[in-house]
């Protein structure tokens, strides 16, 4: 068991090494948590705010459609959330996903970081420490790195289970890029639903402030992608809970047959 674990952790690694969109270089800020009334708005946007936002952006990166077994824990559909504090495409995709999963459930701990210096430096959230419950479905994250350089990559934090590890394989074609969101085993999302670049040079209060409010190209960027996401997590909870469900019904949430690209 002890030599079986060591190998897994080696093969991992070597994983993540090879998926690394840069290294080294100058450490970004670390690990704090939100304030209180920030993580308040960010998990309570009305789920008008979102089906309003969806009307008038365009252009959201597509989910792709998956053909295996539900993906399930706890007797529930399950979220399956694999990233790294380093990576500018999570830092983007994070923001939308703490709102949707709000409208299903509940955060607590969320901490805000950024991604690596070398990657964009984004203002992001993290799901390292925190936990969600939710009587629909249930949210697993796993935030493989910091953003703080170490050797030629990242300092490691949390590694993938075994089935996990052949789950992101087995669904992204073996590519093992970041972010992986494997929604129920019905959606796939391997990359951010809205450009990285849309957030980059912004501070996290800029950002935060801006959720919610669709008058801003980045809350309605947000917003919209997390209209998207509500949509497919109904898709996997038999539509519930009713209302949240029944508001988005008429929102276009993008779904394809191959995977798009990571960013």
Request: proline share 9%.
């Amino acid at each position: 068991m002890a030599a079986g674990g060591t190998a897994l952790v080696v093969i991992v690694v070597a994983v993540l090494a090879a998926v690394g969109l840069s290294s080294g270089g100058a450490a970004a800020a670390p690990r704090t948590p939100v304030p209180p009334a920030t993580a308040q708005a960010l998990t309570s946007v009305p789920i008008g705010s979102l089906v309003g936002a969806s009307s008038h952006v365009s252009g959201l990166q597509p989910a792709t459609q998956l053909t295996g077994p539900a993906l399930t824990a706890d007797h529930k559909p399950q979220v399956l959330y694999i990233g790294a504090e380093f990576c500018p495409a999570c830092a983007a995709q994070r923001w939308a996903m703490v709102v949707a999963l709000s409208q299903f459930g509940t955060f607590t701990n969320l901490q805000q970081t950024r991604s690596a210096v070398q990657d964009g430096n984004i203002p992001t959230l993290s799901f390292y420490g925190s936990t969600y419950s939710s009587p629909y479905l249930t949210f697993t994250p796993v935030e493989t790195t910091t953003n703080q350089p170490q050797g030629n990559y990242y300092r490691p934090l949390e590694t993938p289970t075994p089935a996990q590890l052949a789950l992101w394989r087995s669904a992204s074609g073996g590519s093992l890029t970041f972010p992986f969101t494997d929604i129920g085993g019905k959606y796939l999302l391997n990359t951010s639903q809205v450009p990285p670049t849309v957030l980059q040079g912004h501070s996290f209060g800029e950002i935060a402030s801006s959720v919610g409010n669709n008058n801003t190209t980045i809350g309605a960027g947000i917003d919209a992608a997390a209209a998207s996401m509500v949509k497919y997590l109904c898709g996997i909870t038999g539509n519930k809970p009713a209302a949240t469900c029944a508001a988005v019904a008429n929102v276009p949430a993008p779904v394809t047959t191959s995977a798009p690209a990571s960013k």
